[in-house]
């Protein structure tokens, strides 16, 4: 069992920036690849960026490559999202999740409970 909490997020302005942090509890944290979901008002769950357990693989959204940059630190048990360039359209309550599978893109089993972004313009 995992439990995820995350941090970090808050209102900034268009251009700026915000890192967001998500501390899991569990034993085996460090096997589970993770990702970072969001999901804006009236839209639907989207995966933004994930990475493996070892953090040799990632993935990034098109319309997050070159401003977010997702990293963890396993002795930490703790995956960070730093998110650079923010845009208005980047506003969302954003999830962290770990996946027992071994892919980036598999069913996500475990999720924190969200922390709300928003950019204004």
């Known amino acids: 069992q995992v439990q995820l909490v995350e941090s970090g997020g808050g209102l900034v302005q268009a251009g700026g920036s915000l890192r967001l942090s998500c501390a899991a509890s569990?034993?085996?944290?460090?096997?589970?690849?993770m990702g970072w979901f969001r999901q804006a008002p009236g839209k639907e769950r989207e995966l933004v960026v994930a990475?493996?357990?070892?953090?040799?693989?990632?993935y990034y959204a098109d319309s997050v490559k070159g401003r977010f940059t997702i990293s963890r630190d396993n002795a930490k048990n703790t995956v960070y999202l730093q998110m650079n360039s923010l845009k208005p359209e980047d506003t969302a309550v954003y999830y962290c999740a770990a996946t027992r599978s071994s892919t980036l893109f598999a069913k996500y089993d475990y999720w924190g409970q969200g922390t709300q972004v928003t950019v204004s313009s």
């Open positions: 569990g034993r085996t944290f460090g096997f589970y690849p």
């Open positions: 990475i493996s357990w070892s953090g040799t693989n990632t």
